[in-house]
C-alpha cells in the first residue's frame, strides 16, 4: 500500500523554516559538546550487479544528508560511518574524543536490514547509563518502521525511535529534546522524558514505543512535512568533512577522512538535485513517498555544489539522485541551461566536472531540442527506465520507436544511455515477430548504442499501489528448496515474484540476457568498433560488467537449482508489524497496512 499525504495545505514545512531551525539548534547546542555517529547499514552480499561499483565507490547521499545536518546544527563533532568501508564497525565500541557518543543514527535501506539490525542490538547491550540516543531513518524505515523494533519481550532490542521522514524530523526532533535536556542529562534520559510527557506526539514523521507500554506497542506520529526549496538543505560538503576512514577496526579512527582522499573511495558523488516524479507506476513507491510532489533545488545551488566539493574534495563525478531529472521541462532546462553556462576558474563547469542522472525515455525525448544544451551542462550518462521497451508490461510513454530515437539521439550528443529493464512473468526470452523478448530488447538497445544496462527482475517495492495485491495473488516466493527469501535478495537479482511453474527459467532467461551483453568476445570487439563515442569507455564498462557478472552468475545459479530442484512456497501476506501500531491519541497509524490491503485513514493524512 501506498504512503498515505498529508492534506493539502498541510503538506510543507513553512518557506525558511528548515534554514531558521539549524539556526535555533546552533544556539541551543552551543556549549553542550554533543557527539554523534550516522552509520550507513550495508550488507555485503549485496555487491553483486548492476551496481557492483556503485554501491561501494559513492558514499551515500542519506548518511552524508544526516550528518550535514547535524554538523550545521552545530554538532560538529559527528561522523559518518560506511559499513561499505568498514564493515567490522560496532556501535558498542565507538568513542568520539574519547566518549560514546550522544546520539547513534543507523540510516537503511530494506535489502540491508540485517546489518541494520545487528547495528541497534549491538547499541543495545551498551550499558543504558552512557547508551547514545538511537534513532533509525532511511528507506527502510520509511516504509516499515517496525523493522527496527524487536516484538520478543524477552529481548526487547530496538531503536529508541525510528524517522519516517528526511533531514526536517530529525532536525525537529532534536529542537524539542535540546529544549527539554536538563543540565547533566542525557540525550536518550531527555528523549525518554519527553516521550513520556507526549511532547514528541507533535512530530509528524517519527515511530517510537508507546511510553508504559513496555516492549509491545507503537506509536506513530504520521507522515512527515517536506521542505519544498530543496536549497534549504545542508551543503553536502558538510557531510563529506566528517567520513569515516575506510578500516577493519570495530571502533573509531581519531580523525575523520582527511579531504585529499575522499575521491579515492567516493569518486562518485550522489547529489540531490531534484526529487519526485509525476508518472504513477503501479510497482513504484515514490510519487507517493513525494505527497505526488515535485521538488528541486535551484540550478544556482546545484552549480555551486558541484564546485565546491570539485574545490574541496577533488570530485569530478555526480550523479543525480532524481526519480525522473526530465520531470518537468522548465525547471529541467533552467538546471542545464544554468549549469551549461557556470564557469569556475574562468573556465566552463564542464571542463571540472561531468555528471548522470536518471529520467524516462518519454521526458528525454521532450527535451529532444535541448539534448544538446544538456551536454554542455556536463552531462555524460541517463539512467533510462525503460523497463520493457514495447510497452506491454507498463505504458509510461515508451515505445520500441521511441526508446532507440532516444539512444540516437543521445549517443548523437555523446551521452552514455542505460537502459534500466525489468523482466516480469509473461516476457518470453526471444522472441521472432516482436520486439518483446527479453534477449530482442537487449540485443537492440546494444544496436543503438547501449554500452552499458540493467536487467533485474520485478520484485514488488514496499510502499507501492501493488504491494499487497503482489502477495494476495500468489505472486512472492516466500522459499525455494528451504531456503527462505531474505532481504538482501530483494534488490531484482533473484526471482522472488514469479506465477511461473518454472520460476528457475525466469532466473536463467536474466542470467543469459546479462552475459549476452558483458562477455570477452564483445570486450575485444569494443577495442575494434566502440559503441562510445570516447574510445576505451565501451571497453571498461564490458570489463567493470564482467568482473560484476562473475560476482553475480554464481549467486544466481544457487538461486536456480533452488528453484529448479526443491519446493517453491509462496508467501500469501507481506511482513506487517509484529507489534501493535496506533497514531497519536490512539487513532489509526500512518504506515501498515489498512484491512485487506486498504489504504490507512491516518489522522494526519
Ligand atoms: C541513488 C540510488 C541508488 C544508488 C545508491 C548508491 C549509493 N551508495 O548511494 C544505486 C544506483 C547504487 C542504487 C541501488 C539500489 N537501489 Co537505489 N536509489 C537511489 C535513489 C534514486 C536515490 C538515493 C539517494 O541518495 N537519495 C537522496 C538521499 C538524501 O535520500 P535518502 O537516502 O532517502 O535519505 C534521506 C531520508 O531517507 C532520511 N534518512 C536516511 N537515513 C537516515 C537515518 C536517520 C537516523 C534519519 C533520522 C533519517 C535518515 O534523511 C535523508 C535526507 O533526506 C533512491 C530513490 C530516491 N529518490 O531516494 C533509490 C532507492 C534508495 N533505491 C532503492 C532500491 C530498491 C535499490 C536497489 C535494491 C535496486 C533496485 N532493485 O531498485 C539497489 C541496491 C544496491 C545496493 N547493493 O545497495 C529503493 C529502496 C527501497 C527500500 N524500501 O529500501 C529506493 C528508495 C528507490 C525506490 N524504489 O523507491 N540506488
Ligand atoms: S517513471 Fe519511474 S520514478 Fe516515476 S513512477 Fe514510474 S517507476 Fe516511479
New binding site residues.
Partial sequence: MELPSRPRGDQLVKPGECLDIRQRLRRLTAGRDLSAA?VCA?DRR??ILP?FY??IR??????R??AAALVDSGIARTRAVLL?WSPHFLPSRMALDGRMPDLL????????SAPCKRLIRDACRIDPASRPLV??????V??EPWAVFGADPDDPWGADAA?T???Y??LELLEVLLTEQAKGESLRAAFLRARDRGLLDRVPGLVFRAPGGGAGELVDTGIQRLVDDLDELPHPALGYQVLEPPSRRKTLASRPLDPGRVRRYSPIS?L?FT?GCKFSCPY???PA?NQRLYRAKSAERIADEMTRLNEQYGLRYF?G???NFFNDKARARDIVETLARAEVGGRPLRHRVRWGT?ATVHDTLQMREHLPTVRKAGAMALWLGVEDMTATFIKKGQSVDKTTEVFRLLRQQGIVAVPMLMHHDGQPFLTRTSQYGLLNQVRLLRKVGAIDVQV?SL?P???SRTYEQAFSSGLIIRSAAGKTVQPYM???NYIVASKDAKPWLMQLRVAAALAYFYNPLRMLASLIRPKSSRYLIDFCLQFTGMWGLSRTLPKMAGWTLRLMLGKVTRQARPPGPQLALRGVGGGPPCHGVGPAGTALACPRG
Avoid at 559513492?58 to 548518511?63: F, I, K, L, S
Avoid at 543514527?105 to 540491508?112: A, L, N, P, R, Y
Avoid at 534513532?135 to 527502510?140: M, R, S
Wanted: hydrophobic share 45%.
Fill in positions: 550516522v550495508f549485496t555487491r551496481f556503485s554501491c559513492m558514499a551515500p547521499a542519506g548518511t544528508a544526516i561499505q543514527c543507523v540510516s537503511s535501506m530494506q535489502i540491508h534513532l533509525a531513518g532511511g528507506p527502510l520509511i516504509y524517522v521522514g528526511e533531514e524530523v530529525l550522489s540531490v526529487s513504484c513507491p515514490i513517498y550523479f539522485t532524481d526519480d536518471e533485474l520484485t517495492a514496499v510502499g530483494l534488490d531484482g
